[in-house]
């Protein structure tokens, strides 16, 4: 992908040209991205208080009776969003690691692989997390580890 940007005081807002051969899979994404506001903050609860936590600081995502939790390395705290919505929201940030959990792919310290093919994730909070083998390779992909 080429990517050129010209700056020019004619412009009063932004422009974005995209010139493909064909609409495909890339191009389709591409406009997704540029279409997705930027949000670093997502609401969390604890008791009766709603905080505001920085999606950086969020480790895990999951599933548990029934209701969404945020891990972070201090405390956890309740969602009222869905787990595949928040996948959405932080396509980027997070990977889907088995069928209840998101991790943030920031906070992966290392993989262990199993010689019976399980592999765990290592966090850097010292959270050991199993990964599914349906997740493993898109995983590795959004890291840009392993073969395509």
């Known amino acids: 992908m080429k990517v050129n940007v010209t700056l020019d005081d004619k412009y009063q807002e932004i422009e974005v040209h995209i010139n493909a051969h064909s609409f495909d899979e890339e191009v389709e994404q591409l406009m997704?991205?540029?279409k997705t506001p930027v949000t670093n903050v997502i609401d969390g609860y604890v008791d009766q208080e709603i905080r505001m936590l920085k999606v950086a600081e969020i480790y895990t995502v999951y599933v548990e009776a029934g209701k969404v939790?945020?891990?972070?390395?201090?405390?956890?705290?309740?969602?009222k969003k869905?787990?595949?919505?928040?996948?959405?929201?932080f396509d980027k940030q997070f990977s889907r690691v088995n069928k209840s959990m998101l991790v943030n792919v920031d906070h992966i310290r290392s993989f262990?692989?199993?010689l019976l093919?399980?592999?765990e994730?290592?966090?850097h909070n010292g959270t050991t997390v199993h990964v599914s083998r349906k997740y493993l390779k898109?995983?590795?992909?959004?890291?840009?580890?392993?073969?395509e």
Do not use: V
Request: net charge negative; hydrophobic share 30%.
């Open 32 to 34: 997704k991205q540029l």
């Open 138 to 147: 898109d995983l590795k992909n959004k890291l840009g580890i392993g073969r």
């Open 69 to 79: 939790y945020f891990q972070t390395d201090e405390e956890e705290y309740q969602s």
């Open 121 to 123: 994730l290592i966090l």
């Open 82 to 89: 869905k787990l595949f919505e928040i996948e959405r929201m």
């Open 117 to 119: 093919g399980s592999t």
């Open 112 to 114: 262990q692989l199993d």
